[in-house]
């Protein structure tokens, strides 16, 4: 389209009746019916036709990011040839006059983002106007990276127009919200309890890490980032990663999501190999009233309850006798593998006593036979007395 100066007013003179409802800056949400080498035609309804130039949504290499059947968001610009014409942004070809209409209809400018200044980002929009964007208003959280910005080419939307056109405040952030509003409720119709879906990693706490997929942003809980135990999750998920998780909780009124990256992951117990009766080794994780837990293999834990780690005697927590990360010599009572748990007990020093080798069992039945041989020799010989009384006679 060719630059003008004319106002969206006066661009809109020569409307035809099919264009009747519209009004410059009008936001429409329509459907992709053709696209053209030049132009993306959209479906306004009825027998309404839109459109808007193809360059609009391609990329930097210029690959087009949207194909026939997309619904977009676009706003009204004027007739043109009997045509009705949208923009999705007001780009660098639209003049300085038409800026303030931008800021009154809220459709997004185009910006490139000049150099660092204090508080926020120098910008350059259409016209050659340079405006200001803060950095709270660059993007839905705080910007850690406020380098990686400068010299990008993003979409903004005018929250200030002051002094004629001398003081221009930008905003971002306010259209990504738009966005995210659209993908939730895009969401909202699809989105179930127990789907899978991929999300990237854009925050982490001690509690778990919170995943955006798209609209929506959820918590994994650290108890359900892995099968095994996590004591620092950083160790295990980094910001930016791109991770699949499965939705647990969907709470659309409270805007409260959590999610599952352990439901997506091999179950060890699928391939349990314990057997009941079995000692082995494991470590203490965790103490509760009713018992210790004992990690026995990655993502398997078994519990050792109360009334069995006192050894014979009465004891009112299992601190008495164990603490977190203790090696323990443990054998399996239990296995219960429709409930997933392993019941678990401290080895009987009686039972010890039986399981000793061969050669001290030898040893002890030799010494034992020992003293019975020298106990009948004793009495066969009688007492000292006995012996001298013989002597004498």
């Known amino acids: 389209m060719e630059e003008t100066n004319n106002s969206f007013a006066e661009m809109f003179e020569g409307e035809t009746p099919a264009a009747d409802h519209f009004k ?22 009825g027998k309404s036709e839109g459109c808007l130039e193809a360059e609009e949504l391609k990329d930097r290499d210029g690959n087009l990011q949207a194909a026939e ?14 045509e009705m014409i949208f923009t999705t942004r007001m780009s660098g070809s639209a003049s300085k006059a038409h ?11 185009e910006g490139v983002i000049k150099k660092e200044v204090k508080g926020g980002f120098e910008v350059m929009i259409a016209g050659g106007v340079r405006a200001f964007c ?22 903004f939307q005018i929250i200030e127009y002051k002094e004629n056109g001398r003081n221009i405040i930008l905003s971002r952030r306010h259209i990504l919200e738009e966005e995210k509003a659209k993908q939730k409720e895009e969401l909202r119709q699809t989105l179930e309890k127990g ?42 998920l980094e910001v930016g990663q791109r991770v699949e998780v499965a939705v ?38 965790r103490l509760a009233d009713f018992g210790a837990f004992v990690n026995l293999a990655p993502g ?49 020093p009686a039972e010890e006593q039986k399981q000793e080798s061969k050669p001290e069992q030898a040893e002890k039945e030799m010494y034992k036979k020992y003293q019975q041989k020298t106990k009948k020799e004793k009495e066969s010989m009688g007492t000292l007395g006995d012996l001298l009384k013989d002597k004498f006679d």
């Open 24 to 45: 410059p800056g009008d936001k429409v949400e329509a459907e992709i019916v053709r696209i053209t080498d030049r132009w993306i035609f959209l479906d306004l309804g």
């Open 69 to 82: 059947g997309d619904s977009i968001r676009a706003w009204f610009l004027r007739m043109e040839n009997g």
């Open 99 to 109: 800026l303030l209409e931008a800021f009154q209809s809220g459709v997004p400018v």
């Open 134 to 155: 803060p950095y709270s208003q660059i993007a839905l959280r705080r910007v850690e990276d406020t380098e990686s910005y400068v010299g990008g080419e993003l979409s």
């Open 195 to 236: 789907q899978r879906i991929t999300g990237t990693v854009t925050s982490i706490r001690k509690f778990g890490a919170f995943v955006d997929i798209g609209g929506v942003e959820g918590l994994i809980p650290a108890s359900e980032i892995s099968h095994d135990h996590v004591t620092d999750i950083h160790s295990a």
């Open 248 to 285: 647990m909780k969907l709470d659309w009124e409270n805007d409260r999501f959590s999610f599952s990256l352990k439901d997506t992951l091999p179950d060890p117990w699928d391939n349990l190999t314990f057997q009941e009766g079995s000692c082995l080794e494991g470590r203490v994780v």
């Open 300 to 348: 398997i834990d078994g519990l050792i309850h109360i009334s069995k780690l006192g050894a014979g005697r009465r004891i009112n927590h299992p601190r008495e006798v164990v603490k977190t990360d203790d090696l323990l010599e443990v054998c399996i009572d239990g296995i219960d593998r429709e409930n997933k748990r392993i019941s678990l007990s401290l080895p009987n």
